[in-house]
C-alpha cells in the first residue's frame, strides 16, 4: 500500500510531461481553428459573399473576428447614386457562431486531454497545458494577420440581387433572433434594391495587435470557462471547493445559454423550410444564430440597452427595433417599449424566465450534498447564491459579446454626402445587478 502511493506520488511528481502538452496543444488549437475556419467559409459561402472576392481572405478575417480579433475595412465606393466616393467604415461585431464553434471544439479537446493526467492534476501540468494551449492559439492568429488581407467588389447585380429578398413571394427572409429581412421590415430593406446597381471595391485588413491581444484573452476565456463549467476534469489537489461549489452553476448557465442556441439553429431551420432563400438563412444562423439568441437573453430579463441609428442602417434593424430607434428619442431600449409597438416581444421575457428556471434546476441537482446531510434551507441558501453569482458574471458578458457597432461615411471631395450608423449596447452594471437577482431567484 505504502509502494502504491509511493509510486502514485512519484507519477505526479515526476514533472511535465511536455510531450504530452505540446500534442495536446496542437491538437485542441488545430481542431479549434479547423472548425472555425469551416464555419465562416460554409456561413459566407451560402450568403453568396464568394461572388465578391476571395473566400480565403475573408474566411481568416471572419475567424479573426471570431476570436475577438478586428477588421479594418475601407475602399472606393460607388452607390447612392454617389460616385467617385471614399467609403471610411468601422464595424465592431464578432459572428458568434465561428466563435462558439472554436471554443467548443478547443474546450473538448483541452478538457480531454486533463482528463488523461488521472485523478488529480498537479497545478503545474495544468498551467502548462493551458499555457501550451494559450500560446500556440496567439502564434496562429498571427497567421490570420497575415491571410486577411483581399478587395472585395461588390456588385449588387453579380450577387443575384435582381429584386428584394422575399419579393418573389417567399414571403421575406427571417433570421432566428433578428427578425424577418424582407417585406416584414427585418434584417434588410425593402428598398434593397436601390442596391442592385452599386459597386463597391473594399479593402479588408486584419490588425495586428488588436488580433493577438483579442486571440489572448479569447482563448485563456474559453479555457477558464471550460474548466469551472466541467463536472468530469480533474483538478488539481485542494480545489474541491470549485468542483462543489463552482462547478455545478457554471455548467447550469453555460448548458442553458447552449440550449437558447440551439433553439435558434432549429427556429432557422424551420424558417428555411419553403423559403426562397433557404441558402442565406442557413449562412446567416451559422455565423449569427448565438448574436440573436444571447442578445434576446439579457434583453428578455429585463436588461435596458442604448441604441442609436441613422442613415440607411436604421433599416437593417429587426422590428420593432427600426421603429424605436428610427424615431430618435434617446430613450433606453427595453422590453416594455418593444411591446408597446409589438405585444408578441412579451414572450421573449417568458422565454427568458424559462430559461432561467430550467438554470434554476440543473444548479439543484447538480449540486452535491454535504456527507452529512444539509438542512434543506441551507441547500436553498447555496444554490440560490451560486447561481446568483454565476448568473451575474454571464449576463454582463453575454451582452457585451452582442454588442454591435457600425459606423459609415461617404465624402465627395470633402463634403459629407451620405451618413449611417449603428450602435446597440446594454447597461453592463444593471445586466450584472439584474443577472444577480433572477439567479438568486432562480436557485432558491
Do not use: Q
Amino acid at each position: 500500500m505504502s509502494a502504491s502511493t509511493s509510486a502514485g506520488s512519484g507519477e505526479h511528481g515526476a514533472g511535465v510531461p511536455w510531450g504530452d502538452v505540446v500534442m495536446s496543444a496542437i491538437a485542441s488549437v488545430s481542431w479549434a481553428l479547423i472548425g472555425m475556419a469551416g464555419t465562416a467559409a460554409l456561413g459566407l459561402h451560402l450568403l453568396g459573399a464568394d461572388a465578391a472576392g476571395s473566400l480565403g481572405p475573408m474566411t481568416a478575417a471572419a475567424v479573426a473576428l471570431g476570436a475577438g480579433g478586428s477588421v479594418t475595412p475601407s475602399g472606393d465606393v460607388s452607390a447612392f447614386g454617389l460616385k467617385g466616393a471614399e467609403a471610411f467604415t468601422a464595424i465592431e461585431i464578432t459572428p458568434l457562431g465561428v466563435s462558439l464553434v472554436g471554443a467548443l471544439l478547443l474546450s473538448f479537446f483541452f478538457l480531454r486531454s486533463l482528463r488523461g493526467a488521472g485523478v488529480e492534476v498537479s497545478p503545474a501540468e495544468l498551467l502548462a497545458r493551458a499555457g501550451a494551449v494559450v500560446a500556440l492559439f496567439v502564434a496562429m492568429a498571427g497567421g490570420l494577420v497575415w491571410a486577411g488581407h483581399d478587395v472585395v467588389t461588390i456588385d449588387g447585380a453579380s450577387l443575384g440581387m435582381s429584386e428584394p429578398p422575399g419579393a418573389g413571394g417567399g414571403g421575406g427572409l427571417e433570421i432566428p433572433g433578428l427578425g424577418d429581412v424582407g417585406d416584414a421590415g427585418g434584417l434588410l430593406p425593402d428598398r434593397i434594391g436601390d442596391l442592385v446597381g452599386a459597386e463597391a471595391a473594399v479593402g479588408i485588413a486584419v490588425d495586428a495587435a488588436p488580433t493577438l491581444l483579442g486571440g489572448l484573452a479569447w482563448s485563456a476565456g474559453v479555457l477558464l470557462i471550460a474548466l469551472l463549467a466541467s463536472r468530469r476534469t480533474p483538478l488539481p489537489r485542494g480545489c474541491a471547493v470549485v468542483h462543489r461549489v463552482v462547478r455545478p452553476a457554471v455548467s447550469a448557465v453555460v448548458t442553458v445559454a447552449l440550449t437558447a442556441v440551439a433553439a435558434g439553429v432549429a427556429a432557422a431551420a424551420y424558417a428555411a423550410v419553403g423559403d426562397a432563400h433557404p441558402r442565406r438563412i442557413a449562412g446567416a444562423a451559422l455565423l449569427g444564430a448565438p448574436n440573436g439568441a444571447w442578445l434576446g437573453v439579457p434583453l428578455g430579463l429585463g436588461v435596458p440597452w442604448d441604441g442609436r441609428a441613422g442613415g440607411a442602417l436604421v433599416e437593417v434593424l429587426p422590428a420593432p427595433l427600426d421603429e424605436l430607434l428610427g424615431a430618435g428619442g434617446g430613450e433606453p431600449v427595453t422590453l416594455a417599449r418593444l411591446a408597446e409597438l409589438d405585444g408578441r416581444v412579451w414572450l421573449l421575457g417568458v422565454a427568458a424566465a424559462l430559461m432561467m428556471l430550467l438554470a434554476g434546476i440543473l444548479t439543484a441537482v447538480r449540486t452535491p450534498l454535504a456527507p452529512g446531510g444539509t438542512p434543506p434551507p441551507a441547500f436553498v441558501g447555496h444554490c440560490a447564491l451560486r447561481l446568483g453569482v454565476a448568473t451575474a458574471l454571464a449576463l454582463p458578458l453575454l451582452s457585451g459579446l452582442t454588442r454591435v457597432t457600425a459606423d459609415a461615411s461617404l465624402s465627395v471631395l470633402g463634403i459629407d454626402a451620405f451618413g449611417a450608423s449603428l450602435d446597440l449596447r446594454a447597461h453592463l452594471g444593471t445586466a450584472l445587478l439584474l443577472g444577480a437577482l433572477w439567479g438568486a431567484a432562480a436557485g432558491a
